[in-house]
């Protein structure tokens, strides 16, 4: 089964299409990238993504997975050398409690200070940093979440490393400060020095272009106030 054709349908700047990535190199897996535009969905993308209609979706022989955090559970599953996620069932279960945690506790926090100005972005900026508090304590004393190598928990959180200093440029913010924040600082460091990682991303300058024009996009929309009530403390 593992030695089936991988496609991989992506798009340029996603932080979930890049855990992917990140999953299938660090393996040493051989696949098609298959480039998407998220704002004109193509029939192939609708047609493998069905419920959600977003990327990444990664095509494995006949079979179809979506949702990065599956995916990449799928790729270490087939393919079990190099393992990402811990052996032991207890750190297991605590890698996908974190990986949860800060997907929904800390990423939506982050884009929402992202996408806001003033009173809105301060609360989100304080409560994105309550959280980072959270992830500090999980990575203090360790070189990476995975310990000496790359793991599932790493992936998960890649995008801290690239993304997020974009973001606080973009959003005119900080929410890593080396000072409070010494093991994420260190972490984020050393995250993007593996040469698997640091020769696959995507380019900052252009990053920085297009979170600059998706901000001010989403930032005037109907939804964002929405967005808001759901996932900010008042």
């Given at each position: 089964?593992?030695?089936?054709?991988?496609?991989?349908l992506?798009?340029?700047?996603?932080p979930?299409v890049y855990?992917?990535?990140?999953?299938?190199?660090?393996?040493?897996i051989?696949y098609?990238?298959?480039e998407?535009?998220i704002?004109?969905?193509s029939?192939?993308?609708?047609?493998l993504?069905?419920?959600?209609?977003?990327?990444?979706v990664?095509?494995?022989?006949?079979?179809v997975?979506?949702?990065s955090?599956v995916i990449v559970?799928?790729?270490?599953?087939?393919w079990?050398h190099c393992p990402?996620l811990?052996?032991?069932?207890?750190?297991?279960?605590?890698?996908?409690?974190?990986a949860?945690f800060?997907e929904t506790?800390l990423?939506?926090?982050?884009?929402?200070?992202?996408?806001?100005?003033g009173?809105?972005?301060?609360?989100?900026?304080k409560?994105?940093?309550?959280?980072?508090?959270?992830?500090?304590?999980?990575?203090?004393?360790?070189k990476?979440?995975?310990g000496e190598s790359?793991?599932y928990?790493d992936?998960c959180?890649?995008?801290?490393?690239?993304w997020?200093?974009?973001?606080?440029?973009?959003?005119?913010?900080?929410?890593?400060?080396?000072?409070?924040?010494?093991a994420?600082s260190?972490w984020?460091?050393?995250f993007?020095?593996h040469?698997?990682?640091?020769?696959?991303?995507?380019?900052?300058?252009?990053?920085?272009e297009?979170?600059?024009?998706r901000?001010?996009?989403?930032?005037?929309?109907d939804w964002?106030e929405?967005i808001?009530?759901?996932?900010?403390q008042p």
């Amino acid at each position: 089964m593992a030695e089936q054709k991988v496609k991989l349908l992506g798009f340029w700047v996603s932080p979930f299409v890049y855990r992917v990535i990140w999953a299938l190199k660090l393996k040493g897996i051989d696949y098609e990238h298959i480039e998407e535009d998220i704002f004109n969905k193509s029939p192939l993308l609708l047609q493998l993504n069905p419920i959600h209609k977003k990327v990444p979706v990664l095509i494995h022989g006949d079979k179809v997975i979506c949702e990065s955090y599956v995916i990449v559970q799928y790729i270490d599953e087939t393919w079990p050398h190099c393992p990402l996620l811990p052996q032991h069932p207890y750190e297991r279960a605590m890698a996908r409690f974190w990986a949860d945690f800060a997907e929904t506790k800390l990423l939506i926090t982050i884009a929402i200070a992202l996408w806001a100005r003033g009173e809105v972005q301060e609360r989100a900026v304080k409560q994105a940093m309550e959280a980072m508090e959270k992830i500090e304590g999980v990575v203090k004393g360790k070189k990476l979440f995975g310990g000496e190598s790359i793991g599932y928990l790493d992936i998960c959180l890649g995008w801290m490393s690239y993304w997020l200093p974009v973001w606080e440029e973009v959003g005119g913010m900080q929410i890593i400060d080396p000072i409070k924040f010494p093991a994420t600082s260190s972490w984020m460091n050393t995250f993007l020095h593996h040469p698997v990682i640091g020769d696959n991303l995507p380019a900052r300058d252009a990053m920085i272009e297009y979170f600059q024009k998706r901000s001010k996009d989403i930032s005037e929309s109907d939804w964002f106030e929405g967005i808001i009530r759901l996932h900010l403390q008042p």
